[in-house]
C-alpha cells in the first residue's frame, strides 16, 4: 500500500499546526493509513490527536517544538499508539472519547486514562480549539476539534478518503461500496448505517462544524482537504443534510 511518505516527518498546516503520517494498520484485514495532528498551544504545549505509532525520531521533532502535554483519543478506535507516548511522556494527560475507556479493556490494551472528553473545550485549550462530541450513533461517539487560529477541523472517521492508486487492487471494490473512495469520500456505510436513527444529533453537529466556516479538513484515513473546507463537509455530509 502506497502511505503518505515521509512517514513520521512533521507536515506543516498552518499556524501552530502540523500532521504526522504513520504506517498503514489493519483493521478487520483491510489496510488503513494513519495520521496524527499536532497542536502547537499558546502556552507552547503540545495536543496530540490520535498519536500513532511512538518512534524516538518523531519524539524529538516534537519536543522541538514543545512539551508533549494532551494524548488525544478521538474515538472508540483510535487508542493504540498511546501506551508508547504515555511511557515517552508521563506527565501528559490523556483523554478519552466516549467508549474508548471500555473498547481498550475489551481489547487488553494498557491505557492510563487521566479525563474525559466532553461537548465544551477544557480551560486547558477554550479559545483555542472548540471540541463537541457527535452524537446520533449507538457505536461511534466522536471528539472533533476546530483549531481556531488556522481554520481547521480535525475528524477521525467521520469522513474518510481513501485514493483509489493508493489502494491494493482488492481493496478498491471494497472500498467503493463503504462510499469512501476520493473524490467523494464519506462516512464509510456501516456508520452512516448507525445514525438512522440519531440523524436529527449527527445533523446538529454538521450544521456547527460547518458553521465553524473551517478553510481545511484533516481526517486520519486518506487525502485530507487543505482548501473549500465547507463545500467538503456539505458534499461528504449530504446523507446527514438531507
Do not use: C
Not at 39 to 58: D, E, T, V
Not at 174 to 201: C, E, T
Amino acid at each position: 500500500m502506497n502511505v503518505y511518505e515521509p512517514l513520521g516527518a512533521l507536515k506543516p498546516v498552518g499556524p501552530d499546526i502540523w500532521i504526522v503520517d504513520g504506517p498503514a494498520i489493519r483493521f478487520y484485514g483491510m489496510p488503513f493509513p494513519t495520521r496524527m495532528t499536532v497542536i502547537r498551544l499558546a502556552n507552547g504545549n503540545l495536543f496530540l490527536h490520535s498519536p500513532i505509532r511512538h518512534s524516538q525520531w518523531l519524539e524529538r521533532d516534537l519536543l522541538g517544538l514543545g512539551p508533549i502535554r494532551h494524548l488525544v483519543a478521538p474515538n472508540w478506535i483510535h487508542y493504540a499508539g498511546l501506551p508508547g507516548w504515555q511511557a515517552a511522556a508521563p506527565d501528559a494527560i490523556t483523554w478519552a472519547a466516549p467508549g474508548v475507556r471500555a473498547r481498550a479493556v475489551a481489547r487488553g490494551v494498557m491505557v492510563r486514562w487521566d479525563r474525559d472528553l466532553a461537548d465544551a473545550a477544557p480551560a486547558d485549550w477554550a479559545g483555542q480549539i472548540d471540541q463537541m462530541i457527535v452524537h446520533g450513533s449507538p457505536v461511534h461517539q466522536e471528539a472533533v476539534f476546530f483549531h481556531r487560529s488556522s481554520r481547521t477541523l480535525i475528524l477521525t472517521d467521520l469522513i474518510e478518503n481513501f485514493e483509489a492508486a493508493r489502494l491494493p487492487g482488492w481493496f478498491r471494490g471494497l472500498a467503493r461500496l463503504a462510499g469512501v473512495v476520493d473524490p467523494d469520500g464519506k462516512a464509510p456505510i456501516d456508520m452512516r448505517m448507525s445514525f438512522r436513527r440519531g440523524k436529527p444529533q449527527l445533523r446538529a453537529a454538521v450544521e456547527q462544524m460547518i458553521d465553524w466556516a473551517p478553510e481545511r479538513v484533516i481526517l486520519s484515513h486518506g487525502r485530507w482537504y487543505d482548501r473549500d473546507g465547507v463545500a467538503e463537509l456539505r458534499r461528504a455530509f449530504r446523507w446527514a443534510l438531507r
